[in-house]
T-cell receptor, first 110, second 120 residues
């Protein structure tokens, strides 16, 4: 059974600071996705990581994938209040299962 | 980009009412659609996989007689919550796979905007 974990589950940080969210998963997969969800809204796709060593950056967010370690990271650089949201990683094990992590609730304080 | 429309966005109704939620792929064909449920402050949990022209596949613990799924065309799937009760109150999100881009698209699923269901 594919299991996806995220750490931390809650994160409160000050503007301007850096932090990393971790996503671990239990089976071999080279397809990992990061989503953002604002309160009361659906999911917004952030990153698609499809191979070992993949790194993608968009603004203050950077995501990476290490398939050997079964680990993905979402790094936040110089956080701003607008980044406050819940971030989910999801793993696709070759189309059989698409499982979301529990989410990381990020609050960026002024 | 691919767009999935979900309707309604918000429903409030009395206990015992049946509620239908529609999920449409607006600019692509989707042989497979997915229905998720999300309780407050929790992650998305897959309820069922909706397959065009055949019966839906339900996840363990999801009552198929309570959550009726119909996928009659390549662009429409519906979820009907029958005889809804307060414990069914949740945020329901559908998603769809783009059949035409399945082989080369990086996106496995396109998500609808969600339906917030509140049962009084």
């Amino acid at each position: 059974e594919l299991k996806v974990e995220q750490n931390p589950l809650f994160l409160s940080m000050q503007e301007g600071k850096n932090y990393t969210i971790y996503c671990n998963y239990s089976t071999t997969s080279d397809r990992l996705y990061w989503y953002r969800q604002d309160p009361g809204k659906s999911l917004e796709s952030l990153f698609v990581l499809l191979s070992n060593g993949a790194v993608k950056q968009e603004g203050r967010l950077m995501a990476s994938l290490d398939t050997k370690a079964r680990l993905s990271t979402l790094h936040i650089t110089a956080a701003v209040h607008d980044l406050s949201a819940t971030y989910f990683c999801a793993v696709d094990d070759d189309g059989q299962n698409f499982v979301f992590g529990p989410g990381t609730r990020l609050s960026v304080l002024p | 980009g691919a767009v999935v429309s979900q309707h309604p966005s918000w429903v409030i109704c009395k206990s015992g009412t049946s509620v239908k939620i529609e999920c449409r792929s607006l600019d692509f064909q989707a042989t497979t659609m997915f229905w998720y449920r999300q309780f407050p402050k929790q992650s998305l949990m897959l309820m069922a996989t909706s397959n065009e022209g055949s019966k839906a596949t339900y996840e363990q613990g999801v009552e198929k007689d309570k959550f009726l799924i119909n996928h009659a065309s390549l662009t429409l799937s519906t979820l009907t919550v029958t005889s809804a009760h307060p414990e069914d109150s949740s945020f329901y999100i559908c998603s769809a796979r783009d059949l035409g881009q399945l082989l080369w698209s990086n996106q496995p699923q396109h998500f609808g905007d969600g339906t917030r269901l509140s049962i009084l």
